[in-house]
DNA sequence: GCTCATCAAGTCATCAGATGATTTGATGGA
DNA sequence: TCCATCAAATCATCTGATGACTTGATGAGC
């Protein structure tokens, strides 16, 4: 039987050359060891190596330039951040997309245009309920409503977690939960462009948050179940 | 002058099976072609395969097994979130993080520990001024007492994106802005810990959030110019 | 008929060498 | 001083070979 972390020499090389850069060795734009002089300072071989370097380059770390060398791009890794996001619970993730939603109601109020409020009116109308079409295609249409508030905000660090939220939720419940989450109605929907159409950050924000309410009672019901 | 968007072949290769990936060519726990196979079909030599599989395999989307193959392993892709969330501007990410920290208080309100609150104080103590010993150890700090109230809020999720924050916050304002921001006093953070100490949630995220208003309006003025 | 050790084929892992493409700084003439 | 040219350095890519590991087939032994 083979120890479980075992692991190959490019993963290796990559979490070594990683660790130099989080390190701080090399200045951010300044060049790293070329290909040839790696190959003896990680004592593999350069097509290894330059694996290892790829995998750097796609998180963002280095940047190679033909001709010229391999440079630091940022000395922060970031690229695990999101899996442990997702292996955060449902809980923690339901409340932070909420925290999001919240700030994006309060920003909408603030920044939204006449074709954002068009735009979300349209979406809620078309929302319809489940008994149009199945529980999917009804599941598509709110979070398309839901969305159009989020863009509204004019954030796009916002919108940009915002999805990746939805995703993961969406991604976890389907494979976790049965049980049903309580389902805001139209009303409740409606207030909340309402409120945003005010431009009144506050009302908007708890427009947001006591729509959310339930729905996070119901959820840490279930889970302490 | 070439184009710019001249791209090289690993990452035309790595683009191209993504595409594949993402499209559900192949479903989850599936084998993909071999390394020969995948040679043909990209029209690339096996180094250049080998580069593009490890970048997929880094970005969670394969998983290569010696002498089996290599299989799928997730079909959607959330690796370019957070490269989006960073280019998305300071004040798109200053919000963002604003409306974690606020939410975290919140939490913080009704979920901290004493064991907590002693954290926070001792911190807050340990905190000091700039003139103690320079900026970025002040710097370190500060990020330390502000954390320590994220943590509280026991959400992970939450904690997660707030250190992506702080280190993209961070390495954008060191090379983009040279202008100071505004740094509240003792007391202003020494109320934050209260109101959470109260359990009153409404009153955290109140003071979080009168914290936060200074500092951005200080940013915005500053983009703008 | 069942179990299990053995084996061979298939696959990824790694190395070594060679050539091409590109950048960059040096050189030297106009 | 300017600028075309060139050579060295560096990454990009290809090719061939060998090793390590997995897996299903085989067949002996019971």
Redesign the interface.
Same mark, same amino acid.
């Given at each position: 039987m083979q120890p479980i972390n075992r692991t190959?020499l490019?993963e290796s090389a990559?979490e070594s050359l990683r660790a130099e850069i989080l390190s701080g060795r090399w200045a951010?734009g300044e060049r790293i060891p070329n290909e040839t002089a790696l190959t003896e300072l990680l004592a593999v071989s350069r097509?290894t190596v330059?694996?290892a370097v790829?995998?750097l380059i796609?998180?963002?770390l280095l940047d190679a330039r033909?001709g010229s060398g391999t440079y630091v791009r940022?000395t922060?890794d970031?690229?695990g951040?999101?899996?442990?996001?997702?292996r955060?619970?449902l809980r !923690?993730?339901w409340?932070?997309r909420?925290?999001?939603d919240?700030?994006a109601a309060r920003?909408a109020a603030l920044r939204h245009t006449p074709g954002d409020l068009d735009r979300m009116r349209g979406l809620l109308k078309a929302r319809g309920t489940v008994a149009d079409d199945g529980r999917e295609a009804f599941g598509r249409r709110d979070i398309a409503f839901h969305r159009s508030i989020v863009e509204a905000s004019g954030?796009?660090?916002?919108v940009?977690?915002y !999805?990746?939220f939805t995703?993961?939720i969406l991604?976890t419940i389907h494979s976790t939960l049965n049980g049903d989450l309580p389902e805001p109605d139209d009303r409740a929907h409606a207030a909340i462009v309402d409120a945003i159409a005010t431009g009144d950050a506050d009302k908007a924000a708890a427009a947001v948050r006591s729509f959310m309410a339930p729905v996070l009672r119901e959820l840490e019901r279930l889970l302490s179940q």
């Open positions: 190959n490019t990559a951010i097509g330059r694996e790829r995998v796609s998180k963002g033909q940022s922060v970031t690229s951040a999101l899996d442990r996001v997702k955060s619970g !923690d993730q409340e932070a909420a925290a999001l919240v700030e920003l954030n796009r660090a916002i940009e977690l !999805d990746f995703s993961a991604e």
